[in-house]
């Protein structure tokens, strides 16, 4: 009896140190996830689910290419909390003819339905 006592003393030691943070914990990390939430901007993230590394996109105005960075070829879903349509392109420079276009407001948990799972490289705002 002691001993399981002495158990969940610990469990609950160890979650607070966690909380409290010294390090990245995968507990950490989800609460960064949820936390950077995407609000006003748009976001791309490496993994389905908004999961993984992200990159932000401040636009100021529409009509404006964005270059993808970090995520290159990497990025697999998407947040547009924005009252613009994001162009997805899969050349820099938002050259060619944009592959997906996302709706103001939209988000997408997985780009593979939509052909582009790992291809963007930049990205347009335009107005909706
Ligand atoms: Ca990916
Ligand atoms: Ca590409």
Do not use: W
Request: hydrophobic share 35%; charged share 15%; net charge neutral.
């Amino acid at each position: 009896m002691k001993r399981t006592t002495v158990r969940r003393v610990g469990a609950v030691a160890l979650a607070l140190s966690s909380l409290m943070g010294v390090g990245a914990t995968a507990a950490q990390a989800d609460a960064q996830r949820l936390a950077s939430s995407c609000l006003s901007s748009f976001c791309l993230y490496e993994h389905d689910d908004y999961a993984g590394a992200e990159q932000e996109f401040l636009f100021t105005s529409n009509n404006t290419c964005a270059n993808v960075t970090s995520l290159n070829n990497k990025a697999s879903s998407m947040r547009n909390p924005s009252a613009g349509r994001i162009q997805f392109y899969d050349s820099a420079n938002c050259s060619g003819s944009y592959g997906y276009a996302a709706a103001p407001g939209s988000s997408d948990s997985d780009l593979t339905n939509n052909g582009f799972d790992n291809r963007t490289s930049s990205v347009k705002r335009v107005s909706p």
